[in-house]
Nanobody, 125 residues
């Protein structure tokens, strides 16, 4: 079982930058694919970014590609989401997520086994 706690969400102006962090516990972090999903009011939860166990492979939703960067620090059991050139459409609750299995990945095809509670990101125009 994996527990995750997100932090870093806040209100920013369009065009600004923000970095989210997620600290995981309850399992060996390096055996997990990690990622970020988001959900805006009235919309379905959607995939944002994923990263494999050692960080040598990443996947991004088309809507954030080129603007967001996912990374991880296995020594700190932490995954990050660096967001730049933020748009109002990025406003959502951002959820940290994990998929078990060292050879696993998170992307639009492979969804998580575990979820964090979320952190709110609001981008004003």
């Amino acid at each position: 079982q994996v527990q995750m706690v997100e932090s870093g969400g806040r209100s920013v102006q369009a065009g600004g930058s923000l970095t989210l962090s997620c600290v995981a516990s309850g399992d060996t972090f390096s055996t997990l694919a990690m990622g970020w999903f988001r959900q805006a009011p009235g919309k379905d939860r959607e995939f944002v970014a994923g990263i494999n166990w050692n960080g040598d492979s990443a996947s991004y939703a088309d809507s954030v590609k080129g603007r967001f960067t996912i990374s991880r620090d296995n020594a700190k059991s932490t995954v990050y989401l660096q967001m730049s050139n933020l748009e109002p459409e990025d406003t959502a609750v951002y959820y940290c997520a994990a998929r078990s299995g060292r050879e696993s990945m998170l992307n639009r095809h492979y969804w998580p086994d575990y979820w964090g509670r979320g952190t709110q990101v609001t981008v004003s125009s």
